[in-house]
């Protein structure tokens, strides 16, 4: 199968079996699943999780249970905003993690913040469908891909940092196929299961500007500043 017809298999498994929740329908999203509390719970038990002091999320629904726990726990929340039209928003010490941890609360509370002026420990990507062997696939736009590639050529993250997704059992498939832009996963947490990706795939070296166009550099003003300071002289 191909990328959209695994997503479109994933939204109807999700809502056939009675498992989706809120926002309804899944598709064209990250879905949120029952169970995503206890899947944050599996990823914030870890060493990798109790150690990070910088923690990037995505805003998307079934990861908010984590994204609160990353305030409470007392660390700096890295997200990004949506689409990336106001780039990426920093939180940390806020007095209402559960309303900061939503979209609107970051939009709100959170801080503009530049790639190359963070240092991520671990990041959390939404995924509409994962295989064991790390593949991932989003709701089709891109973005979770572009947000590491924008990290990874700020040297906001390096290749040892962990990347770790929350998902229903239902969201495992047993082959995504995998495009040189695309960024696999170390940890998969499910409500019943932790599982660690042996002999990932390489991940992308940054941002592979070959596939970024001029509507991109028009609708993202951080990836034109970016393009900016990468080249010669810059980070």
Request: net charge positive; aromatic share 4%.
């Amino acid at each position: 199968m191909d990328k959209q017809q695994i997503r479109e298999l994933v939204w109807h498994k999700l809502v056939k079996s009675g498992v989706a929740r809120p926002p309804l329908p899944p598709e064209g999203r990250i879905p949120n699943f029952e169970g995503s509390e206890r899947a944050a719970d599996r990823l914030c038990s870890l060493r990798v999780y109790r150690e990070a002091d910088t923690v990037f999320a995505n805003p998307d629904s079934p990861q908010l249970p984590l994204r609160e726990r990353i305030l409470r726990d007392g660390k700096r929340l890295i997200m990004a905003s949506p689409r990336l039209r106001r780039g990426l928003l920093t939180l940390a010490n806020v007095r209402s993690p559960r309303e900061a941890a939503t979209i609107r609360g970051a939009l709100r509370f959170g801080r503009s913040v530049k790639p190359w002026d963070v240092k991520v420990d671990l990041m959390i990507e939404g995924s509409v469908a994962v295989d064991l062997q790390g593949g991932r696939v989003g709701k089709g736009g891109g973005f979770g891909d572009l947000e590491f590639a924008i990290l990874k050529e700020a040297r906001a993250v390096t290749d040892s940092v962990p990347i770790a997704t929350t998902v229903h059992e239902i969201q495992i498939v047993n082959a995504i196929p995998l495009e040189p832009h695309d960024v696999p996963v170390d940890l998969i947490l499910t409500p019943r299961r932790t599982l660690r990706v042996v002999g990932r795939p390489p991940r992308p070296e940054g941002v592979l500007w070959y596939l970024v166009g001029d509507r991109m550099l028009r609708d993202i003003p951080l990836l034109r500043e970016l393009k900016n300071v990468s080249g010669p002289g810059g980070i």
